[in-house]
C-alpha cells in the first residue's frame, strides 16, 4: 500500500509567477485534502475534492484552484504568487467516508522572493 | 465552525520523562487525530480516536467525546519524540479537518 506522494519537495518562485503542485493520494482514497502552513503555525484548509468534483473550500481567493483526476491525483495551481504565499503545502487523502481518518504527505515547500 | 484549542503551547521535558497533551474541541465530532509533525515538515499519524482509548508502544490517547476533549500520553519520552503535536477534527463523515494551534515539545538528553 503506498502512501501520499508530493511533489516537488521544494520550490522557490518569483512573486507574480505561477505554480503547480501535485498530489498521489493513499491507494484505495478518493478524496484529496489540501492544506497550507505558514510558519509557526497548523495547517489551514484550502479545499478539498472528491471523485473530481470540489466539495469544500476554505478562506482562500480564487486564485488558487485545484484539479482532481481519475486516478484520483490532485494539483494545487496558486496564480500571481505573493509573498505571503511562502508557506509548506500538504496534501492528504482519505476514503469517502472519511473513516480510518486522512493521510497526509510530506509536503511542498513554497518560497516566493 | 468548530474550534480546536491545544494546551499547553509548549513543553520542555528531560529524556524519561511522562507528559499529558490536551486538546478541546467545541463542537461533537466524528473524527479526531492526533498527528506528530517531524522537523522535515511531515505529519505523522498516530492516533485515530473520535472516541475512546488507544494505545501504541509508549504513546497513547483517549478521547471523551461527550466532554469534547482529547487527551495525548506520552511516557518515557525521548529525544526523537520532540517536534509539534496537532490534534485535528471534523464533525461529519467526509469533512475537512480542523487543526488546532499545536503543542510544540522538546526533549532534552
Known amino acids: 500500500e503506498t502512501g501520499v506522494t508530493q511533489s516537488p519537495t521544494h520550490l522557490i518562485k518569483t512573486r507574480g509567477q505561477q505554480v503547480t503542485l501535485r498530489c498521489s493520494s493513499q491507494?484505495?482514497?478518493?478524496?484529496v485534502s489540501w492544506y497550507q502552513q505558514a510558519l509557526g503555525q497548523g495547517p489551514q484548509f484550502i479545499f478539498q475534492?472528491?471523485?473530481?468534483?470540489?466539495?469544500g473550500r476554505g478562506n482562500f481567493p480564487p486564485r488558487f484552484s485545484g484539479l482532481q483526476f481519475p486516478n484520483y491525483s490532485s494539483e494545487l495551481n496558486v496564480n500571481a504568487l505573493e509573498l505571503d504565499d511562502s508557506a509548506l503545502y500538504l496534501c492528504a487523502s482519505s476514503s469517502g467516508t472519511g473513516l480510518y481518518g486522512y493521510t497526509f504527505g510530506s509536503g511542498t515547500r513554497l518560497t516566493v522572493v | 465552525g468548530i474550534q480546536v484549542e491545544q494546551s499547553p503551547p509548549d513543553l520542555i521535558l528531560q529524556e524519561g520523562a511522562n507528559s499529558t497533551l490536551r486538546c478541546n474541541f467545541s463542537d461533537s465530532v466524528n473524527n479526531l487525530q492526533w498527528f506528530h509533525q517531524n522537523p522535515w515538515g511531515q505529519l505523522i499519524n498516530l492516533f485515530y480516536i473520535p472516541s475512546g482509548t488507544k494505545q501504541n508502544g509508549r504513546l497513547s490517547a483517549t478521547t471523551v467525546a461527550t466532554e469534547r476533549y482529547s487527551l495525548l500520553y506520552i511516557s518515557s519520552s525521548q529525544t526523537t519524540d520532540s517536534g509539534v503535536y496537532f490534534c485535528?477534527?471534523?464533525?461529519?463523515?467526509?469533512?475537512?479537518?480542523?487543526f488546532g494551534k499545536g503543542t510544540r515539545l522538546s526533549v532534552i538528553a
Open positions: 475534492y472528491y471523485r473530481e468534483e470540489e466539495n
Open positions: 485535528a477534527v471534523s464533525n461529519s463523515g467526509n469533512t475537512p479537518l480542523v
Open positions: 491507494s484505495g482514497h478518493n478524496t
